[in-house]
């Protein structure tokens, strides 16, 4: 959420910044904005709302020059996105300059006591007064990050802030309280700032992760970093181990059609050298708890936020299943307000792509305070949640970009049966069942492969329902997550309202909406729940309602009873939603190309949502 770019040294900073924008505009794409120092001392603005686009193009007519600058592409959550709102934001003089990623909390308050102190405000963002702040705390003879310290100390709330200054040239002063930010060390005296790393990879893949409480000092000659109680810190320096085409789309229309014809290979990397043949288990070498630890556990919560949370509901059918382990999903943003009971007998399972999410960072946070063992399933190597877990499992599906989640997903699905096959084999899994898992495992690269060939039946079938107003979605057992995050996917990226349902739910209200014009689809692989979904299906019918089916083999008893169907191949039950997905994630993603909608970047939405 918000995208923070910087950089200093020897280069000009401009179409570096610009070129970091382009890779956050994931972020936060509602407006965007640059200041450069100037060779004339001066701080140089610019700032437009809309796209990256919108400000590039205005940067071909006044470029602005200089060798130390900052930039941002924001998500608004105080006030509209418009030009005054854009970051960076100014001190009065025009002398310091700030971008924001985060909400100051007692900004209210702040700005009260500002405006009364004879301060006037420029626009209605809460970062503002951090600046203002900066500018009157700066003390006589202090430096810049004097100046962000003692404005730091006043306030309350969560931040990434990059902050310039004319009064303290080539310097860059960074600061992190709950929104990620990270150094990029580059070669020949230049260094970056970024709020991930697609912001500096293209000239480091160096980089050094700021912890909450950590500001830094980047100039041509350095860097240093601080903690604000602690004070000077080292903090290691990591690779980057992706490169540049992993953030392109690689011949691709959008990041979310490569992100979906990824999946054999990212599935690929999730099991690799992960799975144990002989033995039927999974080899994790991220769960650095022992044995005895782990089997002391008496219940898993599983936490999670929009399509992670639905990968954690499949996680819970599994855990339940197969390891027989009490498992319960719990909403990251209702966790730490409802006193969850979770105590040092309970594992607690967060599940994020991004690990940056802020409800589920702080769901973690609350579960530790309560004394549970935290286990990560994440994607993104050194993020907040990947760091402050006690230990985990990678994704390794490579950066997301589309804002809609898809690799993710179905690699979060198999990292879920990896940690499923772990411990159910150590608690009552047979050896012959956790072999069928494994195997069924391996072979599901190969079966998505199968999956993708119907891209063009499946866009002929988007044609067909492009103009559709409602969508109903609907699945039994592990099939009923998979019907929530079709339905999601649908609303994300086409804007078409969807509802995802549990099948047999539907007689208790939805059927009410079916009619000839309601598209209803429905799961229905061949698994323990399959001729119950079948009834369901002629309730829809008997009502005229559209039927699309999402099937695998022994599904014949359907022909003729629907209007189409979905093929998918056969797999261990608790795998088949990694299959059953696909299709979906394919039909969301052509009926939002054709009715012309942004899929990558959908209005109002953000990859990563680092505010409460
Ligand atoms: C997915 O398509 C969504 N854009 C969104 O629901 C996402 O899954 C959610 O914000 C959680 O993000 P995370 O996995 O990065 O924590």
Redesign the pocket.
Known sequence: MCGIVGYVGPREAQPILMEGLRRLEYRGYDSAGLTVLGSDADLHSLKRAGKLTELADALDVAPLRGRCGIGHTRWATHGPPTEMNAHPHLSADGSIALVHNGIIENAGALRKKLQAEGVEFQSETDTEVVVHLIDRLWPEGGSLEDAVVAALEQVIGAYGIVVVSSRDPDKIVAARQGSPLLLGVGSDGEFLVGSDAAAVVAHTREVVYLDDGDYAVLTPEGYRTYHLRQGPVNRQVHEVTWDLAAIEKGGFEHFMLKEIFEQPRTLRDVTRGRLLEEEGSARLGGITIDDRELLSVNRIVIT?????WHSALIGEYMLEELARIPTKVEYASEFRYKNPVVDEHTLVIV???????AD?LAALREAKRRGATVMGIVNVVGSSIARETDFGVYLHAGPEIG???TK?FTSQVAALALFTLYLARRRNLSILEGRKLVKALQALPGQVEEILEQDQAIRTLAERYRDAPNFLYLGRGYQFPVALEGA??LK?VSYIHAEGYPAAEMKHGPIALIDENMPVVFLAPHDGVYHKVVSNIEEVKARDGQVIAVVNDGSEELDGRVDHFLQVPETHPALLPILTSIPLQLLAYHIAVLRGCDVDQPRN?A???TVE
């Open positions: 999670a936020c929009g399509t992670s599940v994020s792509q991004s690990g940056e999410t589920t804002v809609a989640s993710a999601l996917k994300e939405l990859k990563s949502v």
